[in-house]
Each structure stands twice: as structure tokens, then as C-alpha cells.
């Protein structure tokens, strides 16, 4: 049936269900720098370590991977490529936060055999502080 | 990518008000498959088609390419090194092809090109950022920063 689409958002504007809390550790924000050879900034005079920006993916990617997996037909198996990332921030991520996530398909679009998929995912602390936000678009080929 | 990234140009230390519409020193990364690994495991993202040639010739592939979140974590983070005062708002990347790594010790060249773009303003730095590995354009993409404060 979907098949026969050749545009729907069917599934837009429903929320993923929220990851649980992602707890930031100065470890993990070293190993992150290191592995996309950031110099380590000195300490901030005040408060805690800020990470890289892109240490966002870590959590906003797999509350982005189970809004996209709830999309897809039991048994199939699309080819998934992502086209672009946004990230945007209130505030840099710390080492200390406590992360929670909530993602909402955007559009969701089917073009022949080819569907693409807008995900946003909001990033607060568990105490409710907006710290930012993602978007990114991923094309799925076959199978969707 | 070990032994420190080169720096093509390692002068003219970006400030605030002499970087308008000017470049900044391009920065050369050469990435290997144990680079890939590395951020694997410090991403979370173990995706196969990241270090398996099987699985990525599986995918369609012609072979293990890189995470376009890691290519984009090197070029977000050469515009942050290069301004290290400032705080990153935004960034955004748009993957245009993907950068094929192969297992050798050569491993692949990528040199991030960022100029600094539009009218920055008093608090903020707009810089555009382009990937290119070989002849090709892997991404493109753009960064804020806010350069009022130490990073907070």
C-alpha cells in the first residue's frame, strides 16, 4: 500500500519515545576529542568541561536510529544514507549533564523506491534545561 | 591521523574582527582505517560498513568508507581550534559523497576548508566549511560561533 505512494508524511509529527538519561563523563568526552583529533582545550574558568559539538551525535543518533527503525516494515531492510545534520545548541554539552531526548519525524516521503526521512530531536537535561537541538535527513533505497 | 593533523598554513591566529570573508588556515587530515575504529568506539557508531569491506560491498559499497559524522567532527573541530574562544551555536553539514578509506597505510587525505562567510556579526562568526578529498567535494557545511565570551 505505501508502495503506491508516491509522496505521504504518514508518519509525521509522531514523537519517538524518549532514550534514558545519557550521563556525560569526562572519559568519554576525552575519548571523543581524541578520536577526531581535537586539541584538549584548557579547563573553563568556571564550571564544568565543555565537549565537542558534535559529541551530540552520541546522543542524539540512536534515539534518531529507533525513530527510523518504527518507520520501516517488519522484516525489511533499507539501505540508509544520511544526507545532512544540523545541530544546533543553547548551550555547549557538558561533562556532568544528564541528557534526555525526544525525536519527532518531520516529513517522511516517498519518491518510487526511494523514501527520505527528516528526524528532529530536541536535547534537554533531565531538569528540563533546553541545551539544543538536531535535524538530520536520511535516504532509504529498497526495501522501505 | 595520529601523528597530529598538518596544518597547511600555520599562521594568522583568527580573531574577532579581522576575519571577515577571509579563509582560515586549511587543515589536512590523513584518516586511516584504525581512525574509523577509534571513533567507532568513542561514537558508538559500529555500524560495519565503517570497518568491514564485506559488509560495506554488502550495502553497495566499493568499499569501508568513514562516518560522515567523523568527517564532520574534523571539520566542526577545525573551525573551533581555530577560534578557540568562541562557542559553537550551530553546525550543520550537508554529506555529498561518501570518502572511501582503504586498509592501508596510506589511508585517505581530506583537507577541510573553511572561510569565514557573510557579514559576521559583533558577537558572531558565520564560517563556511568545505571537505575535499582528492578532486572531490564531501561535504559542505557551515558553523556559528559566538566569540563574546570564553567558551561556557
Known sequence: MRQAMTISDMFAGIPATAQAPYLVTEAKVREFERSIGARTPPLP?????????????????????????????????????????LLEFTRPIRVGDRL????????????????????????????????????????????? | MNERS???????????????????????????????VRYAAASGDLNPIHWSDRAATDAGLTGVVAHGMFVMGLAVQAVADALPHGTVLSCSAKFAAPVYVADDDAGTELTIEATVSGDPQPSCVPVALVVVCGAETVLTGAVLVDVTQEPR
Request: positive net charge; without cysteine.
Open chain 1, 100 to 144: 534526555v531526548t525526544t525525536t519527532t519525524v518531520v516529513t517522511d516521503k516517498h519518491l518510487g523506491r526511494r523514501r527520505i526521512v527528516a528526524v528532529a530531536t530536541d536535547i534537554h537535561t533531565v531538569d528540563g534545561e533546553r541545551v539544543g537541538r538536531s535535524r538530520a535527513t536520511v535516504l532509504m533505497r529498497g526495501g522501505a
Open chain 2, 6 to 36: 598538518q596544518r597547511a598554513n600555520d599562521t594568522a591566529e583568527p580573531t574577532p574582527g579581522n576575519t571577515h570573508r577571509s579563509a582560515l588556515p586549511a587543515v589536512r587530515h590523513r584518516i586511516r582505517r584504525e581512525d574509523l
Open chain 1, 45 to 85: 574558568a568556571a564550571g564544568a568541561r565543555p565537549a565537542p559539538p558534535t559529541f551530540a551525535a552520541l546522543i542524539v543518533q540512536p534515539a534518531e536510529a529507533k525513530a527510523v527503525a518504527q518507520l520501516l516494515d517488519p522484516g525489511t531492510r533499507p539501505r540508509l544514507v544520511q544526507l545532512d545534520q
